[in-house]
């Protein structure tokens, strides 16, 4: 069996504020487990948890991923920009187009996601996260596509996208012209072997689609920190 994706974590200035914000936006509740830290778990069908880890870092450039959030009516797309709004979230410009129907906001540490219009076809088959959409390359989805099990539901003119076999939100991937990496990402992925597998096994396999291990100053942690293909950082667990 493949490694399965545990959660979508985020570096935080503030993560307990964070993590009330987006336990706010999306509903989640946090989890009780003392060892994940401050983190969310879904209510539906998302499939993977939200951890917030501390960092005194402050936020340079634009996220290589963020959320975009569905919609059923454009009641409904108001009713998300409103709440987003009165949690901390504001409204930012990165070039949309006036006739465009997502809302683009940030959250209050300025972390980039969209408000999807209702109606979007691409979208139509997943939940209030419609998708984990990202900066990335053709080869790095199908690198994604590999590590993790999910099959290709989306492969044209280098964009890509793959879907769990159990739905949830798609993880996308824009193609090119891919923005130049200029530090460690501030979202990263991490991912785990099942419960019977082999933390090291799945770092060789890892290894062999393309990935790399990377060392970010983690220090001796029971986790392995490692890049794909376009250098995003992730980290593989122990088996859980």
């Not at 009330?20 to 499939?47: K, M, Q």
């Not at 129907?101 to 979208?123: W, Y």
Request: hydrophobic fraction near 35%.
């Amino acid at each position: 069996m493949t490694a399965h994706l545990f959660a979508l974590c985020v570096d935080a200035n503030d993560p307990p504020r964070l993590a009330r914000f987006w336990a706010g936006v999306l509903g989640w509740e946090p989890a009780d487990h003392p060892g994940d830290g401050i983190a969310l778990l879904p209510n539906d069908d998302t499939g993977f948890r939200m951890r917030f880890l501390p960092t005194t870092q402050e936020k340079v450039g634009r996220n290589q991923m963020h959320f975009d959030l569905t919609s059923t009516s454009l009641e409904d797309q108001r009713q998300t920009v409103a709440r987003s709004l009165e949690l901390g979230a504001r409204h930012i410009d990165v070039g949309q187009r006036p006739e465009e129907g997502h809302v683009v906001l940030a959250d209050p540490e300025g972390n980039e996601f969209c408000v999807i219009e209702p109606g979007n076809s691409f979208l139509a088959e997943c939940g209030f996260i419609g998708a984990l959409s990202s900066d990335g390359s053709q080869e790095v989805g199908y690198f994604w596509s590999e590590a993790l099990g999910w099959p290709l539901v989306w492969d044209q003119d280098q964009e890509t996208a793959i879907r769990s076999p159990d739905g949830g939100p798609k993880i996308t991937w824009g193609g090119p012209p891919v923005a130049p990496k200029t530090g460690k990402n501030r979202l990263h992925l991490d991912i785990a072997p099942p419960a019977d597998g082999d933390q090291l096994a799945e770092v060789d396999r890892l290894v062999s689609l393309g990935a790399t291990r990377v060392d970010i100053g983690q220090g001796q942690v029971s986790w392995v920190v490692m890049a794909d293909p376009d250098g995003n950082e992730f980290c593989v667990l122990t088996p859980r």
